[in-house]
């Protein structure tokens, strides 16, 4: 090997180090934005919520040393002050990174005061996530023992049979996690007619992705039609898990699919696989629960003062869930 090629090979494996590193500091930040987020909680105006969760991200990742750019965020440069498409952060030193975040993924539950709120972010090395729109998206999603036995072009009653194979299971033991919309009855209808389990969930599905590859939570598949920015996030965090994902987005005007192209998708109706969406595996995921949910539970105040947090954080190499407590003080 030459010493040009040494010395990338070198940088290579630096610039992997440097991201990897970065986990720890975006806990603070999702745990912080979870934090800042719970006065609002059943409040009525997710907008303030939304405001104050975005506000505690901008903040604390900018104080990280890293040269990073938003892209998947709540909007264009034009809509700030949200986390918006391009908006750059950090403090312009350290590894180059992509990211995908929001920080209050379910802003109408916490208003309501509802279960399954989160503030998540999904970072991956520069130029490597999908650059996705704010538009619609198929879903399909399995953990790690299902993995490479999904395919988003046949049936779902196709999908359930390779599955329950790979997981040993019949076709009766499958949990099939899926939105409640009426978009979603055609797809309720194959999971009862072979006599599967459906879980229903409103809102939310990047949780449900998550699920398929954890035990625990007793969730087999995530399919539906969901937003296409939470695709991208899910499959950073099932990337990470060794589970799988595919997507194909759904444009539903000329202007839609012209933005798709824009963003570099040739085909705007190209079926993507998990590598198509997060093409390194020099990547993670966190997320801090804002209200209690299957993954998570929310942030609450103890009797002491301190605010506790439920957080998961998920690398190609260790995956945590960490319970934390924090001075309000010092935050």
């Excluded at 076709?171 to 009426?182: A, F, G, K, N, Y």
């Excluded at 898990?241 to 998708?265: A, H, N, W, Y």
């Excluded at 605010?307 to 998961?312: E, G, K, P, V």
Aim: proline content about 3%.
């Amino acid at each position: 090997m030459s010493r040009r090629a040494k010395t990338l090979s070198r940088l290579n494996i630096e610039q992997k180090e440097c991201i990897q590193s970065l986990a720890d500091e975006f806990l603070t930040v999702a745990q912080k934005a979870a934090i800042g987020v719970y006065p609002w909680i059943g409040k009525g105006n997710k907008n303030e919520a939304d405001g104050a969760g975005t506000e505690a991200m901008r903040n604390e990742m900018n104080c990280i040393n890293m040269n990073a750019v938003i892209v998947i965020g709540e909007g264009e440069m034009d809509e700030a002050p949200m986390l918006y498409i391009g908006e750059k952060l950090g403090t312009g030193n350290g590894p180059q990174v992509d990211i995908a975040v929001d920080p209050v993924e379910g802003t109408t539950l916490v208003a309501k005061g509802q279960d399954n709120s989160l503030a998540v972010i999904a970072v991956s090395e520069q130029g490597t996530l999908l650059h996705a729109p704010d538009m619609y998206m198929e879903k399909i999603a399995v953990g790690p023992r299902a993995r490479g036995c999904i395919d988003i072009n046949v049936s779902l009653t196709e999908n359930m049979q390779s599955v329950a194979k790979a997981l040993g299971k019949d076709m009766s033991e499958l949990t099939v996690m899926i939105q409640d919309r009426p978009r979603h009855d055609h797809l309720m209808k194959q999971v009862f007619e072979v006599g599967a389990k459906v879980r229903l969930f409103s809102d939310v599905d990047i949780t449900g992705a998550i699920a398929t590859a954890i035990d625990e939570l007793d969730v087999d598949i995530l399919v539906g039609t969901g937003g296409a920015p939470e695709g991208v996030i899910a499959a950073v965090a099932l990337k990470c898990l060794g589970g799988d994902f595919q997507g194909r987005l759904i444009p539903e005007t000329e202007e839609e699919s012209e933005r798709c192209v824009k963003m570099g998708l040739a085909d705007p109706h190209a079926v993507l696989t998990i590598n198509d969406i997060v093409k390194s595996d020099d990547c993670f995921f966190a997320a801090t629960g804002i209200t209690d949910g299957p993954l998570l539970k929310g942030v609450y105040k103890k009797e002491n003062g301190k605010m506790a947090t439920h957080s998961f954080v998920v690398t190609t190499r260790y995956s945590q869930f960490i319970e934390a407590q924090h001075d309000v003080l010092y935050i």
